[in-house]
């Protein structure tokens, strides 16, 4: 693929782009999304567990109705429900269910402000090990290869149902599971893969295409 505008070298992604100080120069939705989190202090609230902000509206491939998603770090989960309680437990449609992932009791809230759905998501899983934040790190470096038009086409996919990550694979052709697949990019941009493994699975960063349209 003859990659656009914003090709970069394979290698470690400047994560400052992920802050949410950076939506407020974005599109409509994102400086809509900045206005909302910043009224709630969401981020600083649950600073200490090590939140972030992860999702579709951080890399501008949101359609309407989109959520804002956050992912804590938290080995007290009663705790991380306690402090969500307290401050935002009085939002519409807020509620806390306790659930298995992976393997791993995680806690998901999530309550509504401003025209979004906002869903907080904690786990004693690091942070940035999260599958949330390492697919986004992934699709981020994707779209700087595929440029504007394979973010409409992620988008279009969105639009007519499909999700997030399998709308990714479609449209950069990765083959097998496409959770997986994003994962294992994800960790390799991040450095915390050194060795990329080769299979009819998981494709080799340079073998990402874009699908023609």
Request: with cysteine; proline share 6%; charged share 25%.
């Amino acid at each position: 693929m003859r990659c656009g505008r914003g090709e970069r070298a394979w290698g470690k992604m400047d994560l400052s782009r992920f802050e949410l100080a950076r939506l407020q120069q974005g599109s409509a939705n994102q400086r809509a999304a900045w206005r909302v989190l910043t009224k709630l202090a969401i981020l600083d609230i649950l600073a200490p567990f090590h939140a972030r902000l992860t999702g579709t509206i951080p890399i501008d491939v949101d359609i309407p109705g989109s959520d804002l998603d956050i992912i804590c770090q938290a080995d007290d989960l009663d705790a991380l429900a306690q402090l969500l309680e307290t401050h935002y437990g009085h939002h519409s449609s807020f509620q806390i269910a306790h659930k298995t992932r992976y393997g791993h009791p995680v806690l998901v809230c999530e309550f509504e402000r401003g025209g979004f759905l906002i869903q907080v998501y904690g786990s004693s899983t690091p942070v940035q090990r999260q599958r949330a934040w390492v697919h986004m790190v992934a699709e981020a470096y994707l779209l700087d290869l595929g440029g504007e038009g394979a973010r409409e086409a992620v988008r279009a996919l969105k639009r007519a149902g499909e999700k997030t990550e399998p709308a990714f694979a479609q449209v950069f052709e990765l083959a097998g599971d496409p959770y997986d697949v994003l994962y294992a990019l994800g960790m390799h941009v991040l450095g915390e893969l050194t060795r990329w493994v080769f299979s009819p699975s998981i494709p080799p960063p340079h073998a990402a295409r874009r699908r023609s349209p």
